[in-house]
């Protein structure tokens, strides 16, 4: 328990930094497509795939992409420390040698093959894909 509070505001102090860094840079960019400042919020999936696929020429393109692979690792983490429990069996079983990019780019192109989940959280998203590619066989 302790380290699910840890990782909570250490993922609340990278959003609040993340959200006041792009403040000061200029959302408006025609490589942006969908994406806008509020989708750092992330009410929806949709709102991570914006996030996470935004073109390297945006103002907010490093913001955004160390924003997108910290969402990524403290996911992993919370799978980690869940299946550390007897309790909760692990939800991805990803090879060894897969890395945060290809866990990205599961995540959006499940999501772009499977938009009727574009509004679910964020978190159910990324293991509804994660799952469908690398599930737990027992």
């Known amino acids: 328990m302790k380290y699910s509070k840890v990782l909570v505001i250490w993922m609340s102090v990278v959003f609040c930094i993340v959200l006041q860094a792009s403040a000061s840079h200029s959302a408006a960019s025609d490589s942006g497509k969908g994406y806008s400042i509020e989708d750092f919020k992330l009410h929806t999936a949709s709102d991570l795939v914006d ?8 103002a907010d393109y490093t913001l955004a992409i160390a924003f997108c692979y910290g969402f990524f690792e403290g996911a992993t983490h919370y799978d980690d420390a869940i299946a550390a429990s007897p309790a909760h069996p692990d939800l991805v079983c990803s090879p060894p040698e897969a890395t945060r990019t290809q866990a990205v780019t599961v995540f959006v192109e499940y999501m772009n093959a499977n938009p009727q989940y574009g509004s679910e959280q964020p978190i159910d998203a990324i293991f509804r894909a994660l799952v469908n590619q690398w599930p737990c066989i027992e």
């Open 51 to 58: 996030v996470c696929t935004l073109q390297a020429s945006h």
